[in-house]
């Protein structure tokens, strides 16, 4: 998944830089959730590319994936210390999204509605 590139912004990019990862990071940043109600979380994703989202990021060691020998199976997602360590940029960019809404709310960019 992620390709040797010398930018560090482009390294980044691939490693978060989807739609539904940063979501997915977010969330956990509240602490472990069960799988269903992490998926719940995220409003619009599909089975299919939830599976995807979290394998992938799993493999890029930025989740967990606990499995717990119960019936139902219950399998928990939490940020490991590599996923806790982007905490700062998920909480700026989640700021930078209220911040720019109320502006476009108040009507100062008109393009925009």
């Given amino acids: 998944m992620i390709q040797n590139n010398n930018c560090p912004l482009h390294y980044t990019m691939n490693l978060i830089g989807t739609k539904w990862k940063p979501l997915i990071l977010f969330h956990l940043l509240k602490g472990p959730l069960r799988s269903g ?3 719940q979380e995220i409003e619009g994703i599909s089975n299919k590319m939830f ?3 979290v394998r992938e990021l799993e493999k890029d060691g930025l989740i967990s994936r606990a499995v717990f020998p119960v019936v139902p199976p219950k399998v928990e997602y939490a940020l490991t210390q590599r996923g806790q360590s982007l ?3 998920l909480k ?4 930078w999204g209220m911040d720019d809404n109320h502006t476009i709310k108040q ?3 008109c393009c925009y509605l």
């Fill in 37 to 39: 109600l992490l998926q």
């Fill in 51 to 53: 599976t995807q989202t």
């Fill in 87 to 89: 905490e700062s940029i």
């Fill in 92 to 95: 700026s960019l989640d700021q």
């Fill in 107 to 109: 009507g100062r960019f």
